[in-house]
């Protein structure tokens, strides 16, 4: 019989690239639940609706599932609450495995909501592995697209703290390893990283190196509060980022853990390789 796997938040960085490996194997039957029934081809997958607002859809959402990918959607005004709710379904649903992605855990990282699931999920009593994951190397082509191939700049604060990039293909690989190789890893805490750390005034001048046109970056916090409202942050959000982001400049030790090749037997992508996989992406756009 064939492992069901819940897949949430599908259309985030990391949910299309765990569809993608896991519609790999065969032995998976995937199943979406969200709101909005998906825009991506899942032909050999189910869709069935959840929203993390609404706990009566959990139930129906949940029959029969064995594994559930668990990511956090934006528009949850209280996280505790809701995923609390969820993984008490989940459990009298008999969901015998939780893998939950996070966000690598820096000294500060209490103020994110990631850290509250986390307690949730360490306290629901179902077998889990969470995921901590560095920055996505797609939120330059994502997050910052716009500004890169528009004003070839990115606007961002506090340039100098070293950051790790790990591409988003390797985090969903990884995953997709460990939900077949859930007994060995479970109820551990796994960060996920590339082998870069590498602060944005680097970025830049690697995107300068392979566009047309030179790409800089802004550090005013002017800037940045304003392209975060351009790209539909809400103010709470964008708050709850500030912090982080200043508390995280104290911290600035960054240990590097090889877990993404220990999981897959695989080097992590380089930047400059995902930077001249996506130069499609980043081009200036032509006015």
């Known amino acids: ?11 985030s960085i990391i949910g299309i690239e765990v569809f993608r490996y896991l519609s790999r194997c065969t032995q998976t ?16 997958a189910d869709y069935r609706y959840l929203d993390f607002n609404d706990g009566s859809t959990f ?6 599932i064995d594994t559930v990918f668990l990511v956090i959607p934006r528009g949850i005004p209280n996280i505790e609450y809701s ?25 500060y990282s209490f103020i994110l909501p990631h850290h509250k699931v986390e307690k949730l999920v360490r306290k629901s009593g179902i077998d889990h592995i969470i995921v901590q994951a560095t920055y996505f190397m797609q939120n330059l082509t994502t997050f910052f697209k716009k ?32 939900i077949y190789q859930f007994d060995q890893y479970k109820n551990q805490t796994i960060p996920l990283m590339g082998n870069e750390n590498k602060n944005f ?7 300068t190196a392979s566009l047309p046109k030179d790409v800089i970056y802004n550090a005013t916090f002017k800037e940045f509060i304003s392209s975060l409202k351009r790209k539909g942050l809400r103010y709470r959000e964008i708050g709850v980022l500030l912090l982080f982001m200043v508390l995280e400049k ?27 996989r996506h130069l499609h992406d980043l081009e200036p756009s032509s006015n």
């Open 29 to 44: 039957q995937i199943v979406v639940g969200q709101r909005h029934v998906p825009s991506l081809p899942i032909q050999d």
């Open 83 to 107: 995923f609390g709710t969820f993984l008490s379904a989940c459990k009298a649903a008999g969901v015998s495995q939780v893998i939950f992605s996070s966000v690598y855990r820096g000294k």
């Open 147 to 178: 500004e890169i191939q528009e004003d070839q700049k990115i606007a961002i604060p506090h340039l100098s703290r070293k950051v790790n990039w790990i591409d988003a293909r390797n985090a969903g690989d990884a995953i997709v390893n460990l």
């Open 201 to 207: 005034m680097e970025i830049t001048a690697k995107l």
């Open 59 to 64: 139930q129906e959402a949940l029959i029969g």
């Open 1 to 11: 019989m064939k492992k069901k796997v819940l897949i949430t938040g599908l259309n």
């Open 250 to 276: 104290l911290d600035p030790k960054l240990e590097i853990y090889p877990n993404y090749e220990k999981i897959t037997g695989k080097k992590p992508t380089r930047l400059i390789e995902f930077i001249m």
